[in-house]
């Protein structure tokens, strides 16, 4: 089975309501994207086999098929096929999913995902004709006994009122969501997805389109002179007496388009492109339409389980070989863990056993401070490796006997530990006196103990010499001399048992 990795990703700048952006027609503006993909990859577009582009609102300037347009607009030959799909505000992730799951399949080796909405020009509601409802009486009909399918807007205050969400809170996240997006911008964290383009308004006295040679580079949503003085004055949007969303703690009307380039890892490796991440999971789910926006919940609760992950800690999870990823949050501030009606505490972790705990921490420097927390070292599973590949565990840091002159003119530290009371493994110094490859080693212990040195490298023998990857385990590149007793008396003792080599 195929894998599908990202090799790129692009978009526009966010443009906000009746700005920037707003003049582009929908075909011409995913035709953008669609166009420096293929450019910054250096691709023929001719060996693209499949556009899938999410649109929510399928009417007037994006119907009858926009992805399509958006295809021959970009120039890309005209045996490049493309189709338009609709999950709603789900509608872009939904085309990256059919992508990835046709390379997967073994149906594409290259496909591109795109989506595009110019929410100016074509408005939420718009494919609603007059005189039409899309539910249906049967829909209205099951949901009347709790007052009938509502509006999101109406959804979010339902949500926030089930969970107790202050508007305080909403607002404070919003701000602070600002905030880190201005940080963001200001470092140049977007640079790399963001394609400029030039501008084009829709003035909506005139009905004209005004374009301009000034290219737009930057997401125009971003607020950074946001405050909680100032959100406060806001009015409520759909609950004009109780209401606690307003347009500023809400997500924004934007114009936009993106792209991203997807591809089997072989047919990546085949172009000389890097792939950025892969695909594991997908999960999709469906909640009470009454409170649409929870849908994230259960979704992320699929996905992890599909994935071997686990939710654990506030605000970040932990999968089942102790990696840290960030915690995914939910739209309309609704904070993880408020699914069960309560919300969540940071749970008290005792502090391990001292035997267990790693005398220097590795990885993100941020997570030095967590060494305490950090088992000795991880699970074999993890930590195995091929051959020719460095280790990102880095080995802790254990008493040893190096200062023996055996131990110097092997070239290795003899590294005793508790776990074992019949074996002892020669680990490799970080600075040998002299380069010693993992053959002469071997040959060295066998002259030495010809019948108890038992020599497992990632060919069977002659590979170079490795740590032990776990105490209890029989990795690849651990060297056995079960004729040698390591005792605790021995690891502060006085001398070390050389009578036992014989």
Request: with cysteine; aromatic share 6%; hydrophobic share 35%.
């Amino acid at each position: 089975m195929a894998t599908a990795v990202i090799v790129d990703a692009v978009r526009t700048p966010g443009g906000k309501r009746y700005g920037k952006l707003s003049g582009w027609h929908s075909a011409d503006l995913a035709a953008e994207v669609l166009k420096a993909l293929v450019e910054r990859n250096n691709l023929d577009p001719a060996l693209v086999e499949d556009v899938i582009m999410g649109c929510v609102m399928q009417v007037g300037n994006q119907s009858v098929n926009v992805g399509r347009s958006a295809v021959l607009a970009a120039g890309f030959p005209d045996t490049v096929p493309a189709t338009t799909i609709d999950r709603q505000c789900g509608s872009s992730q939904q085309s990256a999913h059919f992508a990835a799951q046709g390379v997967i399949a073994g149906a594409y080796d290259i496909v591109i995902a795109a989506g595009v909405e110019v929410m100016s020009t074509t408005p939420m509601g718009a494919s609603v004709t007059p005189g039409s409802f899309p539910m249906g009486p049967k829909v209205m009909e099951r949901y009347a006994p709790v007052g009938g399918v509502v509006m999101q807007g109406t959804s979010a205050e339902i949500i926030a009122k089930k969970w107790d969400i202050s508007r305080e809170e909403m607002d404070e996240y919003a701000v602070e969501s600002h905030k880190r997006a201005t940080t963001a911008r200001d470092e140049g964290r977007f640079d790399n997805e963001i394609i400029p383009v030039k501008e084009k308004r829709f003035d909506r006295e005139t009905s004209q389109i005004i374009e301009s040679d000034e290219l737009v580079t930057a997401d125009e949503g971003i607020r950074p002179d946001s405050s909680m003085e100032s959100l406060a004055k806001l009015k409520p949007a759909f609950d004009p007496e109780n209401g606690r969303v307003t347009a500023a703690n809400s997500s924004q009307i934007t114009d936009g388009a993106s792209a991203v380039l997807i591809m089997s890892e072989e047919k990546a490796k085949e172009l000389g492109l890097k792939p950025r991440a892969r695909f594991h999971s997908f999960a999709v789910a469906g909640v009470d339409p009454i409170e649409m926006l929870t849908g994230p919940i259960p979704s992320t609760k699929m996905v992890l389980d599909k994935a071997g992950l686990k939710l654990r800690g506030h605000g970040s999870h932990r999968d089942q070989r102790g990696l840290r990823l960030r915690r995914p949050r939910v739209e309309e501030g609704v904070r993880p863990g408020h699914e069960q009606g309560q919300r969540q505490r940071r749970r008290h972790r005792p502090r391990p056993p001292a035997r267990l705990l790693r005398h220097q921490a590795h990885g993100h420097p941020a997570q030095r401070a967590r060494a305490h927390r950090r088992p000795l070292r991880p699970p074999d599973h993890v930590r195995r490796r091929r051959h020719g590949q460095r280790d990102h565990h880095r080995a802790p840091r254990l008493r040893t006997s190096s200062s023996r002159p055996a131990a110097r003119w092997f070239g290795f530290r003899l590294a005793f530990q508790r776990h074992s009371s019949s074996t002892t493994r020669l680990a490799p110094r970080r600075g040998p006196s002299f380069p010693l490859s993992g053959s002469f080693v071997a040959r060295a212990a066998r002259a030495l103990s010809p019948s108890a040195t038992r020599w497992r490298g990632p060919a069977g023998d002659g590979g170079p010499a490795r740590p032990r990857q776990h105490p209890r385990s029989s990795g690849p590149g651990v060297l056995r001399v079960p004729g040698l007793v390591s005792r605790r008396r021995w690891r502060w003792g006085w001398g070390w048992p050389w009578w036992r080599l014989a």
